[in-house]
């Protein structure tokens, strides 16, 4: 069973940045795609970004493109996310999550985290 943590979330203003971490125990993540999801009060968890297991393609929501990056550490059992030029429209719940495959549906994951908090203040 993998369990995985997010770590970095905060309150920051708009145009600031923030680098959100995913810390793996039970499992290693060199065996999963990762990705991550965000949610906002009463919508939808949407999918934000994505890295492929084998070859490190990387997706992003056209939302985020260009602000946003994801990257792994194998080595360290991590994923993070940085995040430019942050909007208030960007305020959520970030999951990360672990499946066989980067998909933009959320329940095509195996595992995803409990979440930390992302504030842009306007």
């Not at 602000?67 to 999951?95: C, E, G, W």
């Amino acid at each position: 069973q993998v369990r995985l943590v997010e770590s970095g979330g905060g309150l920051v203003q708009a145009g600031g940045s923030l680098r959100l971490s995913c810390a793996a125990s039970g499992g290693s993540l060199s065996s999963y795609a990762m990705a991550w999801f965000r949610q906002a009060p009463g919508k939808e968890r949407e999918f934000v970004a994505g890295i492929s297991r084998s070859d490190g393609n990387t997706y992003y929501a056209d939302s985020v493109k260009g602000r946003f990056t994801i990257s792994r550490d194998n080595a360290k059992n991590t994923v993070s996310l940085q995040m430019n030029s942050l909007k208030p429209v960007d305020t959520a719940v970030y999951h990360c999550a672990a499946g066989a495959v980067v998909y933009t549906s959320p329940q095509a994951f195996n595992y995803q985290g409990q979440g930390t908090q992302v504030t842009v203040s306007s």
